[in-house]
T-cell receptor
Framework: NAGVTQTPKFQVLKTGQSMTLQCAQD?????MSWYRQDPGMGLRLIHY???????DQGEVPNGYNVSRSTTEDFPLRLLSAAPSQTSVYFC???????????FGSGTRLTVV | GQNIDQPTEMTATEGAIVQINCTYQ??????LFWYQQHAGEAPTFLSY????GLEEKGRFSSFLSRSKGYSYLLLKELQMKDSASYLC?????????????FGGGTRVLVKP
């Protein structure tokens, strides 16, 4: 039982490059979310999903896309990386009703 | 929208008690969470309150007053390993996708 698995753990991108951050959970959770964490800013919600095939925007969605084709996977795509997207990204999942969210170990992304 | 406020930093002595306050103003409320986050690590779940009152779990207790939009996390018998950030988060209702919105976090430093 791996919980929430995020890959990669570290990534350096050049401005304009695209990439996908992977998130997978093996707990059959309906709810999945992506957050970014910047120093002094707490966790901000990028996108979330309430089940396979259903996604919606959080408070900072610009520059990111998501899809949820299966219950297990919730990848986050950066379309054209910008230095402002340098951050630590966390994926989280929760059952329905969401009594407790489980977080992945994070992806530290640097855009140069 | 959601507005969640908590102090930025607190310092306390090993063996003492510290109380971290959290006030919130939200368009929907379906529970309040506290998470602990050590530097460089993912947040881990501490407590969940959905009804008014005190929830106790070992050295940690969490209180909620929905009418006042107020919660606190009480850490007793502080240990050095309790030095971490503590995140207050509010969950919106099902109509809002049960989104979890975080405050900026309170960094607690425990001194010998």
């Amino acid at each position: 039982n791996a919980g929430v698995t995020q890959t990669p753990k570290f990534q350096v991108l050049k401005t304009g490059q695209s990439m996908t951050l992977q998130c997978a959970q093996d707990m059959n959770h309906e709810y999945m979310s992506w957050y970014r964490q910047d120093p002094g800013m707490g966790l901000r919600l990028i996108h979330y999903s309430v089940g396979a095939g259903i996604t919606d925007q959080g408070e900072v969605p610009n520059g990111y896309n998501v899809s949820r084709s299966t219950t297990e996977d919730f990848p986050l795509r950066l379309l054209s990386a910008a230095p402002s997207q340098t951050s630590v990204y966390f994926c989280a999942s929760s059952p329905d009703p969401p009594l407790g969210y489980t977080f992945g170990s994070g992806t530290r992304l640097t855009v140069v | 929208g959601q507005n969640i406020d908590q102090p930025t930093e607190m310092t306390a002595t090993e063996g003492a008690i510290v109380q971290i306050n959290c006030t919130y103003q939200t368009s929907g409320f379906n529970g309040l969470f506290w998470y602990q986050q050590h530097a460089g690590e993912a947040p881990t779940f501490l407590s969940y309150n959905v009804l008014d009152g005190l929830e106790e779990k070992g050295r940690f207790s969490s209180f909620l007053s929905r009418s006042k939009g107020y919660s606190y996390l009480l850490l007793k018998e502080l240990q050095m390993k309790d030095s971490a950030s503590y995140l207050c988060a509010v969950r919106g209702g099902k109509a809002a996708g049960n989104k979890l919105t975080f405050g900026g976090g309170t960094r607690v430093l425990v001194k010998p």
